[in-house]
Nanobody, 121 residues
Protein backbone atom coordinates (compact mmCIF):
# COMPACT_ATOMS: atom_id res chain seq x y z
CA UNK A 1 0.00 0.00 0.00
CA UNK A 2 1.36 3.40 -0.99
CA UNK A 3 0.85 6.41 1.22
CA UNK A 4 1.13 9.98 -0.04
CA UNK A 5 1.40 12.84 2.43
CA UNK A 6 1.13 16.44 1.26
CA UNK A 7 2.45 19.45 3.13
CA UNK A 8 3.22 23.11 2.56
CA UNK A 9 -0.24 24.56 2.15
CA UNK A 10 -1.37 27.70 3.91
CA UNK A 11 -2.70 31.21 3.60
CA UNK A 12 -0.95 33.58 1.21
CA UNK A 13 -1.74 36.92 -0.35
CA UNK A 14 -2.38 37.45 -4.04
CA UNK A 15 0.91 37.42 -5.90
CA UNK A 16 2.63 35.34 -3.27
CA UNK A 17 4.28 31.94 -3.53
CA UNK A 18 4.09 28.56 -1.87
CA UNK A 19 5.84 25.25 -2.35
CA UNK A 20 3.89 22.08 -1.79
CA UNK A 21 5.57 18.76 -1.07
CA UNK A 22 4.26 15.22 -1.34
CA UNK A 23 6.19 12.44 0.36
CA UNK A 24 5.52 8.90 -0.84
CA UNK A 25 6.06 5.72 1.11
CA UNK A 26 7.64 2.60 -0.32
CA UNK A 27 10.51 1.78 -2.63
CA UNK A 28 8.82 2.17 -5.99
CA UNK A 29 8.35 5.94 -6.16
CA UNK A 30 10.78 6.40 -9.02
CA UNK A 31 8.87 3.96 -11.25
CA UNK A 32 5.73 6.06 -11.55
CA UNK A 33 4.52 9.38 -12.87
CA UNK A 34 3.21 11.78 -10.25
CA UNK A 35 0.71 14.58 -10.39
CA UNK A 36 -0.89 17.45 -8.53
CA UNK A 37 -4.61 18.08 -8.54
CA UNK A 38 -6.90 20.54 -6.80
CA UNK A 39 -10.50 20.80 -5.75
CA UNK A 40 -12.23 24.04 -4.93
CA UNK A 41 -15.51 24.14 -2.98
CA UNK A 42 -18.41 23.09 -5.16
CA UNK A 43 -16.16 22.06 -8.03
CA UNK A 44 -14.76 18.81 -9.31
CA UNK A 45 -11.16 17.79 -8.78
CA UNK A 46 -9.00 19.06 -11.62
CA UNK A 47 -5.56 18.27 -12.94
CA UNK A 48 -2.91 20.88 -12.17
CA UNK A 49 0.44 19.40 -13.16
CA UNK A 50 2.11 16.08 -13.87
CA UNK A 51 5.62 14.73 -14.14
CA UNK A 52 7.00 11.52 -15.60
CA UNK A 53 9.01 8.98 -13.61
CA UNK A 54 12.38 10.66 -14.21
CA UNK A 55 11.22 14.25 -14.50
CA UNK A 56 11.92 14.30 -18.21
CA UNK A 57 8.39 15.22 -19.15
CA UNK A 58 5.98 17.61 -17.45
CA UNK A 59 2.46 18.80 -18.18
CA UNK A 60 0.40 21.70 -16.84
CA UNK A 61 -3.15 22.89 -16.88
CA UNK A 62 -3.52 26.05 -18.95
CA UNK A 63 -4.63 27.95 -15.86
CA UNK A 64 -1.26 27.47 -14.14
CA UNK A 65 1.20 27.44 -17.05
CA UNK A 66 4.03 29.87 -16.49
CA UNK A 67 3.22 30.20 -12.77
CA UNK A 68 3.55 26.68 -11.32
CA UNK A 69 6.48 24.30 -11.57
CA UNK A 70 6.35 20.61 -10.78
CA UNK A 71 9.52 18.73 -9.88
CA UNK A 72 10.57 15.56 -8.14
CA UNK A 73 13.45 14.14 -6.15
CA UNK A 74 13.42 10.37 -6.48
CA UNK A 75 16.12 9.99 -3.83
CA UNK A 76 13.74 11.60 -1.34
CA UNK A 77 10.53 10.00 -2.63
CA UNK A 78 9.10 13.50 -2.96
CA UNK A 79 7.28 15.50 -5.60
CA UNK A 80 7.01 19.27 -5.35
CA UNK A 81 4.77 21.98 -6.70
CA UNK A 82 6.18 25.46 -6.71
CA UNK A 83 3.34 27.96 -7.03
CA UNK A 84 4.16 31.55 -7.97
CA UNK A 85 2.00 34.59 -8.69
CA UNK A 86 -0.87 33.04 -6.81
CA UNK A 87 -4.40 34.23 -7.49
CA UNK A 88 -7.59 33.93 -5.42
CA UNK A 89 -8.88 31.41 -7.97
CA UNK A 90 -6.01 29.09 -7.01
CA UNK A 91 -7.69 28.59 -3.64
CA UNK A 92 -8.42 24.88 -3.23
CA UNK A 93 -7.41 21.69 -1.54
CA UNK A 94 -4.37 20.37 -3.38
CA UNK A 95 -3.80 16.64 -3.72
CA UNK A 96 -0.94 14.63 -5.07
CA UNK A 97 -1.60 11.47 -6.99
CA UNK A 98 0.47 8.57 -8.28
CA UNK A 99 0.19 7.51 -11.88
CA UNK A 100 -0.39 3.89 -12.80
CA UNK A 101 2.67 3.79 -15.02
CA UNK A 102 5.95 5.63 -15.52
CA UNK A 103 4.71 8.12 -18.09
CA UNK A 104 1.80 10.50 -17.68
CA UNK A 105 -1.64 9.23 -18.58
CA UNK A 106 -5.12 9.95 -17.25
CA UNK A 107 -4.91 7.01 -14.86
CA UNK A 108 -4.02 7.58 -11.21
CA UNK A 109 -4.26 5.02 -8.45
CA UNK A 110 -3.17 6.53 -5.13
CA UNK A 111 -4.03 9.87 -3.56
CA UNK A 112 -2.91 11.91 -0.60
CA UNK A 113 -5.21 13.47 1.96
CA UNK A 114 -4.77 16.97 0.58
CA UNK A 115 -3.41 20.29 1.81
CA UNK A 116 -5.39 23.53 1.85
CA UNK A 117 -4.15 26.53 -0.12
CA UNK A 118 -5.96 29.80 0.42
CA UNK A 119 -5.08 32.93 -1.55
CA UNK A 120 -6.46 36.15 -0.14
CA UNK A 121 -7.28 39.11 -2.36
Amino acid sequence: QVQLVESGGGLVQTGGSLRLSCLASGRTFSRYAMGWFRQAPGKEREFVAGISWNGGSTSYADSVKGRFIISRDNAKNTVYLRMNSLKPEDTAVYYCGRGKIAIMTNAWDYWGQGTQVTVSS
